[in-house]
């Protein structure tokens, strides 16, 4: 959208079984590395480009940033999902805020809601990289 490229035909492209993987990338194209913002984006690019607001659930656009990504780099078997024998990357995010609540699709809020200042603790193959940041810390 920064550069006005156009819009990639995505919802084509996950219709006739093309991997697509969501990423970030930096100053070239965006200034910013929240991919939870590139799911929203990419959800709501979408919709009002095809004024169709079924179009990229944001299911679909999770696992984009997810398993999508992981089989992008020939990697589904190792990340990518939480499953046994996979590498165990998992972040934990603070709920606890008014922008976060009430829960009613636990998907569509991380989709559409929450942002990487919502992360809270960081799981790296099964290894504890970040706990509960201060900055988070209500209490």
């Not at 929240?34 to 179009?55: G, N, Y």
């Not at 984009?64 to 992008?72: K, Q």
């Not at 991380?110 to 990289?129: C, E, F, N, P, Q």
């Amino acid at each position: 959208m920064k550069l006005a490229s156009g819009v990639a035909p995505v919802p084509d492209l996950l219709a006739r079984g093309v991997t697509v993987g969501l990423g970030t990338d930096g100053c070239a194209s965006n200034n910013n590395l929240d991919l939870f913002q590139e799911m929203d984006s990419a959800a709501k690019l979408h919709k009002v480009h095809r004024l169709d607001p079924t179009v990229m659930p944001s299911q679909t656009v999770l696992e984009m940033a997810t398993l999508g990504g992981a089989r992008v780099l020939g990697m589904e078997k190792e990340i990518g999902s939480l499953e046994a024998g996979k590498k165990a990357d998992v972040i934990v995010l603070e709920l606890n805020r008014p922008h976060l609540q009430p829960v009613y699709n636990p998907v569509s809020h991380l989709v559409y809601s929450a942002t990487g200042a919502d992360v809270r603790d960081v799981i790296i193959d099964g290894k504890m990289v970040m706990e509960k940041p201060e900055a988070l810390d209500p209490g």
